[in-house]
Structures are given as structure tokens and as C-alpha cells.
């Protein structure tokens, strides 16, 4: 028998010339499983996160002789985190690799390796964009759309120094530069700064003088109507009535 396991031994003494022969006898036997070798190709491996568990270098299994193994290693780790399987999120980790007994086999853990998961620069899907067409409205206005990101939160800054997730916001006419970045996560660095310009133009404001019926020789006042302004904002400016018709006959006069 070559296979591990517990089996009975049968044997017994021929008769002889001199002899008689014996009964049967059992003797009952064990050949132990072997203990297979879990090895790693080195004592730490680097990678950098992507989302998805490490794809780190495997480790081998070796058995006796000609057998090969052709079960399933599974994964434990501990570290910046715990659980079973491989790491996904960045940070250190110390694993170990093990396969179940069987068969002629004991089951077998490999001596921790040290995964080391790299943080990865934190990208956009789509940058942030400038906001087309603002006119002064009398109120603050949204200058940029936000944009999608790969990870991290964006952040604005009319400085490059100060930070916020807050969207950019102005109220007056003018032309306003907005930096951009990415703040990374805990897989994630914060990205390179960006930056874009943004206009908001200047509102045109109406002034309708008001059509008059006046009597010759008689006093007369010209009045107005202005667009109302968004806000309750009061006219900023001032409004100059002129005319130069002189009214001496009936008859209508800009």
C-alpha cells in the first residue's frame, strides 16, 4: 500500500516438514499523510491598489515525488486590516497562504509574506468645467461644473492655497480664476492641481421713458420705467432725463 491510511496486515506460518502450519494472524498498520511545503518566492511584495484584491506572485506548493498539487490555496491576512482572501485597500499586510488535507496530505500553511498596497494618484473621470454665459444676476452664481472622480473628493480654491468641496461661487461682474483638486482617501493621493477661468458678464439694464400727453405751455415732468433688477437690487447707476423737441404745436415728439 503506498497511500496514506490505516490498513490490516494478514500473515501466517506454512506447515513444514517439521512443522505444523499456524493460524492467520492480523496486524494492523499506518502510513501517516505527508506534509506538503507552502512557499513563497520572496518575503514582500509591492503593488498598487486598483479596487480589485492584490495580484501578487503566488506561492508554490510542493509534494513528493511526481505529485503535483491541483487543489485550492486560500489567503488570510492582518495588518492595516483583517480578513480572509487577499487585500484590496492600501496599506500592509502580512499573509498567509494555506491548503486544505487531502488525501495523501496534511493540510499546510506557508510562513507570512509582508504585501505592501501602494496608494495610486487619485484621477478625474471627467474635469471640472467653466459654467458658459453668466450675466450678474445680483446673487452669487455657481461658476463650475463639479466633474466626476476616480476616488478622493474635489476641491476648489480661488488661491491655490485654501480648500474647499464646497462649488465655487461668485457675485459680481468679473473674470475669476478657480484651481481645482482632487483630496485623496485612504487609496488615493491627491491629484495634481488644476485650474480654469470663468467669466461673469456684466447684466444690460433697460430704461423705457414713459409716453407723455402734454398741453402746449403747459409744465409737463418725464418719468421712466426701469427693469426690475434680480434680488431687489436698487438702479446703481444714475438715470439723466433729456430732451431736446421744444413743444410749440400739437404733434408727437421723441
Known sequence: QTNAGVGILYYHVSEGIYHKGTEIYTLEY?????TPTVAWNSETQTV?????AVAIDLPAVQ????????GTISYSY??????????VNAGTYSVIASIAADGNYKAASSEPITVVVNKVEAEFDSEPAPIDALIYSGGDQ????PGETLGGVVEFSFDGTS???DLPMRKNAGEYTVYYRIKGDDNHLDSVVGSLNVSIGKKNI????????ICVN?????TYGVEVLAYGEALPIEVTLNTEATVEATGEYD
Request: cysteine-free; glycine content about 10%.
Open 30 to 34: 499506518k502510513i501517516e499523510a505527508a
Open 48 to 52: 498598487d491598489y486598483t479596487g480589485e
Open 63 to 70: 509534494l513528493l515525488g511526481t505529485d503535483t498539487y491541483n
Open 78 to 87: 492582518t495588518g492595516t486590516s483583517s480578513g480572509t482572501g487577499l487585500p
Open 142 to 145: 455657481v461658476l463650475v461644473a
Open 163 to 165: 480648500w474647499s468641496s
Open 206 to 213: 433697460t430704461v423705457t421713458a414713459d409716453d407723455k400727453v
Open 218 to 222: 403747459s409744465d409737463y415732468e418725464l
